[in-house]
């Protein structure tokens, strides 16, 4: 597995801005101090510019307040990279989460558009969109996980339909 200095990972705005449920933070905070590591690694994208983080917000956070200098992670598979995807928030809660948009759909940053996983749909905010660009794994966190369709402004949007 490979390791990264902490200090060098860039937190895109859209992290910063979200507000990590509690429980969560603790879930992976006792699994660290039980474990002696992190749980899983976290996904980085590097763009020339540094490595960005991409999944694994939370676990970053809870790497840097228990001090640790390294954290594992994963690169996004550059296999994927002609796929767009989009961080997307519910308005139910701060946390985002990725989606992969449909190469017919055209997506903007506060679009609201109906979204699919496995198990259901739903209606999230777009708060960023990016591509892959020789990430490994990004693929894995958005597995089952697409957006079907864009609400039109000034519509009620079903996520039913």
Not at 118 to 128: A, C, L, P, R
């Amino acid at each position: 597995m490979d390791f990264i200095n902490i200090d060098t990972i860039k937190i895109p705005k859209a992290f910063t801005d979200s507000k990590p449920k509690k429980n969560k933070i603790e879930k992976i905070r006792n699994y660290c101090q039980k474990n002696g590591h992190i749980d899983k690694p976290i996904v980085i994208r590097e763009n020339g510019k540094g490595s960005l983080l991409v999944d694994g917000y939370i676990r970053y956070l809870v790497a840097k307040e228990l001090g640790y200098k390294t954290i594992p992670f994963i690169f996004e598979d550059s296999l994927y990279s002609q796929h767009k995807y989009i961080y997307g928030k519910f308005k139910s809660c701060d946390k985002l989460y990725i989606w992969k948009v449909k190469d017919s759909i055209d997506v903007k940053v506060n679009d609201t558009v109906v979204v699919q996983s496995k198990k259901s749909k739903g209606i999230v905010t777009v708060v960023d969109i990016f591509t892959l660009d020789g990430m490994k794994n990004v693929y894995y966190y958005a597995k089952h996980r697409d957006v079907i369709k864009v609400c039109k402004e000034g519509s009620v949007c079903n996520a039913t339909k």
